[in-house]
T-cell receptor, first 111, second 113 residues
């Protein structure tokens, strides 16, 4: 079966711009989580959606937001980009609480 | 405040030997622990997990040990293979009903032939 698909794979944006990343979970998975990976901080939890509702949120500023659609696909948005937002953004989907499958990520570079 | 710590940023092991990756946690609410393996430019892939009701879980060459009193877990890879070279992340979760994982910063394992 198809895995977790994240688009685009790579993205270059300018400071101050906004960006939208997309995640298509494994078919049937209703939980989608987003993580940010940076060299200094490792993987940090951004937020989790379940059945179109944000169930939990990590410690990130309000510039980071997300949503989930009725087909479980999810998007995350970062507004007013800063250089420090350059990172690998990972999406993970789950059927049950602990069964996470990650996508390959979107590499965002802010210049 | 780092709740999951992997104190060794890197580890080098010879092929055929045992690799031991360590992880410490501080949050007593964590009751489920996972190890993920990550290659560059790919997402983490699930390796093995352990519930807090167990102290050992084995899957082929991979064994995870959990010492709840010490809040410590370790991943043993025996025998190590060059293809095991990757970054290994320890992650923890609590049975709060919310699906979030708290990750360590990872340990880069290099297995040399």
């Amino acid at each position: 079966k198809a895995g977790v698909t994240q688009t685009p794979r790579y993205l270059i944006k300018t400071r101050g711009q906004q960006v939208t990343l997309s995640c298509s979970p494994i078919s049937g998975h209703r939980s989608v989580s987003w993580y940010q990976q940076t060299p200094g901080q490792g993987l940090q939890f951004l937020f989790e959606y379940f059945s179109e509702t944000q169930r939990n949120k990590g410690n990130f500023p309000g510039r980071f937001s997300g949503r989930q659609f009725s087909n479980s696909r999810s998007e995350m948005n970062v507004s007013t980009l800063e250089l420090g937002d350059s990172a690998l953004y990972l999406c993970a989907s789950s059927l049950e609480t602990y069964g996470y499958t990650f996508g390959s990520g979107t590499r965002l570079t802010v210049v | 405040d780092q709740q999951v710590k992997q104190n060794s940023p890197s580890l080098s092991v010879q092929e055929g030997r045992i690799s031991i990756l360590n992880c410490d946690y501080t949050n007593s609410m964590f009751d489920y622990f996972l190890w993920y393996k990550k290659y560059p430019a790919e997402g983490p892939t699930f390796l093995i997990s352990i519930s807090s009701i167990k102290d050992k879980n084995e899957d082929g060459r991979f064994t995870v040990f959990l010492n709840k009193s010490a809040k410590h877990l370790s991943l043993h890879i025996v025998p190590s293979q060059p293809g095991d070279s990757a970054v290994y992340f320890c992650a923890a979760s609590s049975n709060s009903g919310y699906s979030t994982l708290t990750f360590g910063k990872g340990t880069m394992l290099l297995v040399s032939p």
